[in-house]
């Protein structure tokens, strides 16, 4: 029973996590992906312990990989303690969730759960759940691109790809969210989908298998994404060269075994096919194709988005502006980072000025969308290296295997911590795998190295995340390249006591079966409840851009209520409370005066807590300039937020900019002048720098000036209509 609930949890894992998307919360995909991959290791590692207590034994296994991921995982623990913003770097950047510490621990316990409760041909079965959960996606994505989209059939009963802001039409993301990410999932998936159709006997799963090829290949054309092109073609290459590379290696009996003798004839198939799709639909690296589609209508673009392909600035080139910042923060914290997901915050403190001239220079950049760089940023030498030690492992010990050698190195793991015989240190072994074992290899390293050549120009999220650690675990359980723990000498000492009581004696046995079941019960239930806080987040928030502070204070109290410590609700209701005092002040005085107080607590309470987050001081700037309008006292704390946020964001132009329109408010125009002077210095182009310059010059009745600042509008947008009529009014 309990081995059937880790097993189907597992399926659910695989199956269901990259269809999964909802709409009641504040964002659609990777937070709801997160949630459930919690819920369901939690349940895995409540009933793998459980079932360790009942079996009377340890259920863990040894894996090739035990000591990179340990210090890989020391690397981040350390991180996370001298991170900027330790909330964030164990949570994770909130909209994203992936990539905080909980991630990285929840990640690790399903890959030790993998390799230590299940057997060789579970690995198998479990890749067969995972590819037909990537072609269940592959089925949402490839209708988007012919103009209907499954979700606006689903939530808006509309047979139309229309229903979402981005243009999905023209660059597919089905159930991921984004092109790029739906484009590293398949990348990662198509070679063991081929690996299925090569080694097949039946013509029925020969004939899914290259269904499943297709339309993978199909969907991820569709995504125009180049990084998951350029994996896919990373990933193409290594399958060819691991596989003819080691043919001579082969014995005879290799060479008998189904689909052995003629490799060559299925992958000249899929790759055939592969080259009819590009033919017909082009490439995200080419632009010839044999199919012309029409245009499709250009849609808008949301206000701030983290895409870096939205069309203005080439991509290449913002991406080169991104890395330069992303190197920046590592000279600054060279060791350990600046903490676990903490780039949006410390990007902005070296922001290159000249990413104030790309298109996108005012959207949010929470990634270097450049996995290793990131690594480099955020934590440190220490964690690059280990992180890069981790893949290096997997890859080289893959490599060697296929080629029939594998050395001992790789085999030992913590003498201090486990009893095991070892081989001699300079000994080789040779293993006799079939062709079928090798094959698996090479199309998971395939697939390994389709997701490392798209992350140097992307980076990870959940699904492809979760995969970059199971995979290893795959490959292992096929190759039978595990050692099962049969103590572990340091804890033995310990725990032998309290194991002698739980075993000996069943009452106590139960109670700490009821406990752990209550715990993990427990944990169930606060993910359960963070989640309400979402939507209840999601609403407010809502209500707030809406322009109704008094429905958006209700639903941001309810957010708070339920998760306390995330300081994005505190600081959004602090913002709800003060326009709600502002909007009572004539009404409700008393009522107004209790809403500017918890408005000032709100505020205090999310900075204090998550100090480097630009985006917090960014909300505290607009609660503040609120509550001026009640009380004169706190324009001076306006400004002291305002300048704080400046040395957050010291390239930042609209900060400056704004800080010019309040101080025009409070009346202060020659200082704003000389402010909006300094955002234009940033940014030599700044359309509305320059307009309110003018206006600011004629308010102080300099109208040769205001001329001037008009004048250079025009040289910039010729047509404004805007500033042609000023000018006529001059």
């Given at each position: 029973m309990?081995?059937?609930?880790?097993?189907?949890?597992?399926y659910?894992?695989?199956?269901?996590?990259?269809?999964?998307?909802?709409?009641?919360?504040?964002?659609?995909?990777?937070?709801?992906?997160?949630?459930?991959?919690?819920?369901?290791?939690?349940?895995?590692t409540?009933?793998?312990?459980?079932?360790?207590?009942?079996?009377?034994r340890l259920?863990?296994?040894?894996?090739?990989?035990?000591?990179?991921?340990?210090?890989?995982?020391?690397?981040?623990?350390?991180?996370?303690?001298?991170?900027?913003?330790?909330?964030?770097?164990?949570?994770?950047?909130?909209?994203?969730?992936?990539?905080?510490?909980?991630?990285?621990?929840?990640?690790?316990?399903?890959?030790?759960?993998?390799?230590?409760?299940?057997?060789?041909?579970?690995?198998?079965?479990f890749?067969k759940?995972?590819?037909?959960?990537?072609?269940?996606?592959?089925?949402?994505?490839?209708p988007?691109?012919?103009?209907?989209?499954?979700?606006?059939?689903?939530?808006?009963?509309?047979?139309?790809?229309?229903?979402?802001?981005?243009?999905v039409?023209?660059?597919?993301?089905?159930?991921?969210?984004?092109?790029?990410?739906?484009?590293?999932?398949?990348?990662?998936?198509?070679?063991?989908?081929?690996?299925?159709?090569?080694i097949?006997?039946?013509?029925?799963?020969?004939?899914?298998?290259?269904?499943?090829?297709?339309?993978?290949?199909?969907?991820?054309?569709?995504?125009?994404?180049?990084?998951?092109?350029l994996?896919?073609?990373?990933?193409?290459?290594?399958?060819?060269?691991?596989?003819?590379?080691?043919?001579?290696?082969?014995?005879?009996?290799?060479?008998?075994?189904?689909?052995s003798?003629?490799?060559?004839?299925?992958?000249?198939?899929?790759?055939?096919?592969?080259?009819?799709?590009?033919?017909?639909?082009?490439?995200?690296?080419?632009?010839?194709?044999?199919?012309?589609?029409?245009?499709?209508?250009?849609?808008?673009?949301?206000?701030?988005?983290?895409?870096?392909?939205?069309?203005?600035?080439?991509?290449?080139?913002?991406?080169?502006?991104?890395?330069?910042?992303?190197?920046?923060?590592?000279?600054?914290?060279?060791?350990f980072?600046?903490?676990?997901?903490?780039?949006?915050?410390?990007?902005?403190?070296?922001?290159?000025?000249?990413?104030?001239?790309?298109?996108?220079?005012?959207?949010?950049?929470?990634?270097?969308?450049?996995?290793?760089?990131?690594y480099?940023?955020?934590?440190?030498?220490?964690?690059?290296?280990?992180?890069?030690?981790?893949?290096?492992?997997?890859?080289?010990?893959?490599?060697?295997?296929?080629?029939?050698?594998?050395?001992?190195?790789?085999?030992?793991?913590f003498?201090?911590?486990?009893?095991?015989?070892?081989?001699?240190?300079?000994?080789?072994?040779?293993?006799?795998?079939t062709?079928?074992?090798?094959?698996?290899?090479?199309?998971?390293?395939?697939?390994?190295?389709?997701?490392?050549?798209?992350?140097?120009?992307?980076?990870?999220?959940?699904?492809?995340?979760?995969?970059?650690?199971?995979?290893?675990?795959?490959?292992?359980?096929?190759?039978?390249?595990?050692?099962?723990?049969?103590?572990?000498?340091?804890?033995?000492?310990?725990t032998?006591?309290?194991?002698?009581?739980?075993?000996?004696?069943?009452?106590?046995?139960?109670?700490?079966?009821?406990?752990?079941?209550?715990?993990?019960?427990?944990?169930?239930?606060?993910?359960?409840?963070?989640?309400?806080?979402?939507?209840?987040?999601?609403?407010?928030?809502?209500?707030?851009?809406?322009?109704?502070?008094?429905?958006?204070?209700?639903?941001?109290?309810?957010?708070?209520?339920?998760?306390?410590?995330?300081?994005?609700?505190?600081?959004?209701?602090?913002?709800?409370?003060?326009?709600?005092?502002?909007?009572?002040?004539?009404?409700?005085?008393?009522?107004s005066?209790?809403?500017?107080?918890q408005?000032?607590?709100?505020?205090?309470?999310?900075?204090?807590?998550s100090?480097?987050?630009?985006?917090?001081?960014?909300?505290?700037?607009?609660?503040?300039?609120?509550?001026?309008?009640?009380?004169?006292?706190y324009?001076?704390?306006?400004?002291?937020?305002?300048?704080?946020?400046?040395?957050?964001?010291?390239?930042?132009?609209?900060?400056?900019?704004?800080?010019?329109?309040?101080?025009?408010?409070?009346?202060?125009?020659?200082?704003?002048?000389?402010?909006?002077?300094?955002?234009?210095?940033?940014?030599?182009?700044?359309?509305?720098?320059?307009?309110?310059?003018?206006?600011?010059?004629?308010?102080?009745?300099?109208?040769?000036?205001?001329?001037?600042?008009?004048?250079?509008?025009?040289?910039?947008?010729?047509?404004?209509?805007?500033?042609?009529?000023?000018?006529?009014?001059?």
């Open positions: 309990l081995d059937r609930i880790i097993r189907n949890s597992f659910l894992l695989f199956l269901v996590t990259p269809l999964i998307f909802i709409p009641a919360t504040s964002e659609l995909f990777e937070y709801n992906k997160m949630m459930f991959v919690y819920i369901l290791t939690i349940v895995v409540t009933t793998w312990i459980v079932n360790m207590i009942l079996k009377q259920i863990l296994k040894r894996s090739p990989l035990d000591i990179p991921i340990f210090l890989f995982f020391l690397s981040q623990v350390i991180s996370t303690f001298l991170s900027v913003d330790r909330h964030t770097s164990v949570w994770g950047y909130y909209s994203r969730s992936n990539g905080g510490l909980l991630s990285l621990v929840s990640y690790l316990l399903l890959y030790y759960a993998l390799i230590s409760n299940f057997k060789t041909e579970d690995a198998v079965k890749l759940a995972i590819l037909i959960g990537g072609f269940l996606v592959s089925l949402y994505a490839i988007e691109h012919f103009g209907v989209s499954p979700s606006c059939v689903l939530l808006v009963q509309r047979f139309a790809a229309d229903c979402w802001v981005q243009d039409q023209t660059r597919v993301f089905a159930t991921l969210g984004q092109p790029n990410w739906l484009g590293a999932y398949l990348g990662m998936i198509i070679f063991p989908a081929i690996y299925f159709f090569i097949s006997e039946n013509l029925k799963d020969k004939i899914r298998y290259y269904i499943f090829s297709a339309s993978y290949y199909m969907a991820l054309t569709f995504t125009l994404s180049r990084g998951a092109a994996g896919f073609l990373g990933g193409l290459g290594s399958f060819v060269v691991l596989h003819f590379g080691r043919t001579k290696l082969f014995s005879s009996s290799e060479r008998s075994e189904p689909g003798s003629n490799l060559l004839k299925p992958l000249l198939i899929i790759l055939l096919t592969f080259l009819l799709i590009n033919l017909l639909f082009g490439s995200a690296l080419t632009r010839f194709k044999l199919f012309v589609e029409a245009p499709t209508p250009p849609k808008p673009q949301a206000a701030a988005s983290t895409q870096l392909e939205t069309g203005g600035t080439e991509s290449g080139q913002i991406r080169l502006i991104v890395w330069k910042g992303a190197m920046d923060i590592f000279r600054a914290y060279p060791i980072g600046s903490g676990l997901e903490t780039f949006a915050y410390t990007y902005y403190n070296f922001r290159p000025t000249e990413h104030n001239l790309v298109s996108e220079w005012d959207f949010l950049y929470n990634k270097a969308h450049n996995e290793y760089l990131n480099l940023a955020t934590t440190g030498l220490v964690g690059f290296l280990t992180y890069m030690g981790m893949v290096l492992t997997f890859l080289s010990w893959g490599a060697l295997r296929i080629f029939n050698f594998q050395f001992s190195i790789f085999n030992k793991n003498k201090l911590f486990a009893n095991a015989n070892f081989a001699s240190k300079n000994q080789i072994s040779n293993f006799k795998d062709f079928s074992d090798k094959l698996f290899i090479i199309s998971i390293l395939a697939g390994y190295v389709s997701y490392l050549v798209q992350n140097f120009f992307g980076f990870s999220v959940v699904m492809v995340a979760l995969l970059f650690y199971i995979y290893p675990g795959f490959v292992f359980l096929k190759t039978n390249s595990l050692n099962e723990v049969t103590s572990i000498s340091l804890l033995s000492f310990l032998s006591p309290i194991k002698n009581t739980i075993y000996k004696r069943i009452l106590y046995k139960r109670l700490v079966i009821i406990t752990i079941c209550l715990i993990g019960l427990m944990l169930i239930m606060t993910l359960y409840r963070y989640w309400s806080a979402d939507t209840y987040y999601k609403n407010g928030s809502s209500y707030s851009d809406a322009g109704n502070p008094g429905q958006a204070y209700n639903f941001l109290i309810q957010a708070v209520n339920l998760n306390p410590t995330e300081p994005l609700y505190r600081i959004e209701l602090g913002y709800a409370a003060g326009s709600a005092a502002l909007a009572l002040s004539q009404e409700d005085a008393s009522k005066s209790e809403l500017e107080e408005a000032q607590q709100q505020t205090s309470f999310a900075l204090s807590n100090p480097a987050n630009i985006s917090l001081w960014r909300t505290a700037i607009r609660t503040y300039f609120e509550l001026s309008f009640l009380d004169p006292k324009e001076q704390k306006t400004l002291e937020v305002v300048d704080r946020a400046i040395t957050l964001a010291p390239t930042d132009p609209k900060l400056l900019f704004n800080k010019a329109l309040i101080l025009d408010e409070f009346n202060k125009t020659e200082e704003a002048l000389e402010v909006l002077k300094k955002a234009i210095e940033l940014k030599p182009n700044y359309k509305d720098a320059y307009i309110s310059l003018g206006d600011y010059y004629l308010k102080l009745n300099k109208k040769e000036a205001a001329k001037a600042q008009y004048e250079t509008v025009l040289k910039l947008t010729p047509n404004d209509e805007e500033v042609i009529s000023k000018l006529n009014d001059l």
